[in-house]
């Protein structure tokens, strides 16, 4: 008996950090994945993947906007302010596995696609990476 309840704590435990998905975490969390990446973010800071220089980044109103139904609303005021441009729409998608996520929108007929690497995905706090190391962190608006 001693050995089947030693057996299910192990079990248990095992499943605990095998939850931890993300590298920065959460390690163990029962909000699904969806659930915490359907909402608002907005920008607050960037690493550079090549210099690791960490740089914080003013709220101006930019955001992305990541919605249940697999749409998005994206802006980013230093690319489409001068354009006149309040946000524009897209879609996104998890992987297969869901440690990335890819997006896309339009621009003026540009489309334009990113696929990241989820570094973190907390209710309120989330990490993106590019294939060149290049993390941008958002907080929840």
Do not use: H
């Amino acid at each position: 008996m001693k050995t089947l309840k030693y057996t299910l704590l192990s079990i248990i435990i095992l499943s605990i950090y095998s939850c931890g998905k993300y590298e920065e975490g959460p390690a163990f969390t029962l909000r699904s994945k969806s659930s915490r990446m359907c909402q608002k973010w907005r920008p607050i800071q960037s690493v550079d993947g090549s210099t690791e220089v960490i740089t914080n980044i003013d709220s101006d109103g930019s955001y992305i906007e990541f919605i249940k139904d697999g749409s998005i609303q994206y802006y980013n005021k230093d690319q489409m302010s001068f354009l006149g441009i309040d946000a524009v729409s897209g879609t996104w998608e998890f992987s297969e596995d869901k440690t990335q996520v890819t997006y896309s929108y339009n621009v003026l007929t540009v489309n334009t696609t990113k696929l990241k690497t989820i570094k973190k995905l907390k209710i309120n706090s989330l990490a993106l990476e590019d294939n060149n190391g290049n993390r941008i962190y958002y907080e929840n608006y």
